[in-house]
């Protein structure tokens, strides 16, 4: 009885409490354990990037009229006559054949320009900043009234090229009283073309052209009234 009692008062064992943890697994001893290969991560492949555009800038300038002077339709002084140009104006300077010997000129901030004489103006800057301007951008008054002359021959002899063509006939009162016909020629000079604005009273005009430019010569014939120009007619060169 005695025993029965001591053992109802002993301490009874308390159960063991088990994390929930995986069981871990032996290995045996020299067992290497591979590990993940990693991924190669790829080099984006270079984007390739266009060549910027450069756009070139051109000045405008200012010019005082150094004499009075005729301002033209063209770069050139068998263009019409457009205005006149007082001694001491300032004007501004926009454009310039490619030579750089004629100017595009218009009053400050105006809207109606012409085309000097280079050796006229006194500009406050490089003429050759200025942007040359294209023959075909010169703005000539055309003619409602007139057909264009006829080409009716081209000869060459050596670097000579002679045009003659058909004449126009004009009505009283519409002779500009100018040069009455004009060749725009683009010809070979040293290797380079180059563009000459040439004028001619007669029904014929010689010029030079060389050869030896990679790109070909070529040239166009216009007749001139009070009004403005035909239409421009190709000349075919020999």
Same mark, same amino acid.
């Given at each position: ?15 063991t409490l088990t994390a929930d943890l995986p069981s871990a697994t032996w290995l045996p001893t020299g067992t290497s354990v591979p590990l993940p290969s990693a991924t190669p991560s790829r080099t984006p492949a ?6 910027? /555009? &450069? %756009?070139? @800038?051109?000045? $405008? +300038? #200012? ?98 090229? /002679? &045009? %003659?063509? @058909?004449?126009? $006939? +004009? #009505? ?64 075919p060169l020999p």
């Open positions: 009885m005695l025993l029965l009692l001591l053992a109802g008062c002993l301490p009874l064992p308390r159960p270079p984007t390739q990037t266009g060549t910027p /555009t &450069v %756009t070139a @800038t051109w000045a $405008v +300038l #200012r010019g005082e009229v150094l004499q009075r002077a005729n301002c033209r339709y063209g770069a050139g002084a068998v263009y019409l006559y457009k205005y006149g140009l007082v001694p001491g104006s300032n004007l501004e300077i926009i454009g310039r054949n490619d030579a750089g010997t004629w100017l595009e000129v218009r009053a400050i901030g105006g809207n109606n320009p012409c085309w000097v004489k280079a050796d006229l103006m006194a500009p406050n800057g490089e003429i050759m900043s200025v942007a040359p301007v294209d023959p075909d951008d010169f703005n000539l008054p055309r003619s409602p009234y007139y057909a264009p002359p006829a080409v009716l021959s081209t000869v060459r002899e050596g670097d000579a090229v /002679t &045009v %003659t063509f @058909t004449g126009i $006939v +004009l #009505r009283p009162g519409d002779d500009s009283l100018q040069t009455p016909y004009v060749v725009e020629a683009w010809v070979c000079r040293d290797g380079q073309i180059l563009f000459e604005a040439l004028g001619s009273d007669m029904n014929a005009i010689t010029f030079i052209d060389e050869p030896g430019c990679a790109e070909p010569s070529h040239a166009r014939l216009t007749a001139a009234e009070k009004h403005g120009y035909t239409a421009f007619v190709p000349i």
